[in-house]
T-cell receptor, first 111, second 115 residues
C-alpha cells in the first residue's frame, strides 16, 4: 500500500530564506507527483506536476524534483516571502485512478 | 470562469439527516473524484468516476453515494449523516491521459458539520 509522508509537519523561516520541503513515498511505481498549495479555509492550488519520466519541474521561484528510486520528492522555494505562508501538500498518482496525499507541511514565513 | 464549482460552501446537518454536495466542472474532464480532509490526515479518497455512468469506491466510501449522469456533474450524497462525517469535502477533476493522469483541479471545498 502506497504511503506518502511529509516532514516536517510545520516549518517557520525568516523572509528571504531558501527552503526545501520533503515528500517521501513507499512505492516507486508512480505515474506522477503533484505539489499543491492550500491557504487556510481554501481549496488546493496546483503548483507543479512531475511525470514519472521527469526529474524536475520549475515555476518561478519554485522547483520540484523527483527521485523515484529513493521514493522522494523535494519542493525548493527560493527567496521565501510572507505570501508563501500556506500548507504545502504532495500527492502521488499510483495508477488505478487513485491518488495518495501526504498530510502536508505548514509553512510560516516571518517578515 | 473555467474550473470546479462546489456548493454549498458551508453546511450544518443534524445526525440522521441526508444531503447532497454538488460538484460541477466545465473543462470536459473525464475524471472526477471526492475527497475528505481531516486534521492531520491529509486528503482521503471517497469515490471517483472516470466518465458518465462509471463510478468506483475510494479509500473511505462508507456512508456516501455518488452517481455520474453527465460529464459535468458529480454529486456526493450523504444518506444518514453522522458526526464522524464532519469534515471538509473537496471535489477534484482531471483529464485522463493515455499513460497517466494530468494534474488535478480542485474545487474550493464544502465545510460540513454534523451535530
Amino acid at each position: 500500500k502506497q504511503e506518502v509522508t511529509q516532514i516536517p509537519a510545520a516549518l517557520s523561516v525568516p523572509e528571504g530564506e531558501n527552503l526545501v520541503l520533503n515528500c517521501s513515498f513507499t512505492d516507486s511505481a508512480i505515474y506522477n507527483l503533484q505539489w499543491f498549495r492550500q491557504d487556510p479555509g481554501k481549496g488546493l492550488t496546483s503548483l507543479l506536476l512531475i511525470q514519472s519520466s521527469q526529474r524536475e519541474q520549475t515555476s518561478g521561484r519554485l522547483n520540484a524534483s523527483l527521485d523515484k528510486s529513493s521514493g522522494r520528492s523535494t519542493l525548493y522555494i527560493a527567496a521565501s516571502q510572507p505570501g508563501d505562508s500556506a500548507t504545502y501538500l504532495c500527492a502521488v498518482n499510483t495508477g488505478g485512478f487513485k491518488t495518495i496525499f501526504g498530510a502536508g507541511t505548514r509553512l510560516f514565513v516571518k517578515a | 470562469n473555467a474550473g470546479v464549482t462546489q456548493t454549498p460552501k458551508f453546511q450544518v446537518l443534524k445526525t440522521g439527516q441526508s444531503m447532497t454536495l454538488q460538484c460541477a466542472q466545465d473543462m470536459n474532464h473525464e475524471y472526477m473524484s471526492w475527497y475528505r480532509q481531516d486534521p492531520g490526515m491529509g486528503l482521503r479518497l471517497i469515490h471517483y468516476s472516470v466518465g458518465a455512468g462509471i463510478t468506483d469506491q475510494g479509500e473511505v466510501p462508507n456512508g456516501y453515494n455518488v452517481s455520474r449522469s453527465t460529464t459535468e456533474d458529480f454529486p456526493l450524497r450523504l444518506l444518514s449523516a453522522a458526526p464522524s462525517q464532519t469534515s471538509v469535502y473537496f471535489c477534484a477533476s482531471s483529464y485522463l491521459g493515455t499513460a497517466a493522469h494530468y494534474g488535478y483541479t480542485f474545487g474550493s471545498g464544502t465545510r460540513l458539520t454534523v451535530v
